[in-house]
């Protein structure tokens, strides 16, 4: 799947510095923070517990029922919006410390893994151009989708949208 990802990226006619968010299995939050010279902000949208049903159930090898983390952020460098991210995690596979974390809202996923020591990789699902997507104010978005796996088990899944416009011109 990742050379499938990559050669999709490759064929994607966008910013390069946008490119390079999109194409990294590391911490987006540090490469925008790289990229724009600012700190970014994580603005919690939604956070709160819902029940696995069968297709989240399956995807973490969890029971139905059991509580995933759903969390929506928006990643923000002097005062303009980035990233869109939705994530799900179930409760019961994080460590506590990263349980804690997690509920306390604007921390960085990538932040949250990194102060706790936590090896985790990113296997890349979905990579595509949205039209006319108005979440950004711009016609076009990117969005990828990805697992963080820890210990051979789905800890989160993310689905990332970026606009796709001139503030990847940096």
Known sequence: MITEFLDKLKTLDIPTCLRVCAGTDGSITFLLEIMTKME???????QYLIPANKDTASLFD?????????????????????????????????????KQDMMRA?????????????????????????????FFD?????????????????????????PVDERWYL
Request: proline share 4%; charged share 25%; hydrophobic share 40%.
């Open 62 to 98: 969890t029971n139905i029922g059991d509580d995933i983390n759903y969390r929506v952020v928006k990643l923000v460098a002097g005062n303009k919006p980035y990233i869109y991210a939705r994530s799900l995690s179930p409760i019961k596979r994080m460590p506590l410390e990263v």
């Open 40 to 46: 970014v902000s994580v603005i919690t949208q939604e």
């Open 106 to 134: 604007d921390i960085p996923i990538g932040k949250i893994l990194r102060n706790h020591d936590i090896e985790t990789r990113r296997d890349f699902e979905n990579l595509e151009i949205i039209n006319n997507y108005e």
């Open 138 to 162: 711009c016609n076009q978005v990117l969005s990828r989708s990805y697992k963080i796996i820890h210990h051979n088990h789905v800890l989160m899944w993310i689905n990332e949208l970026f």
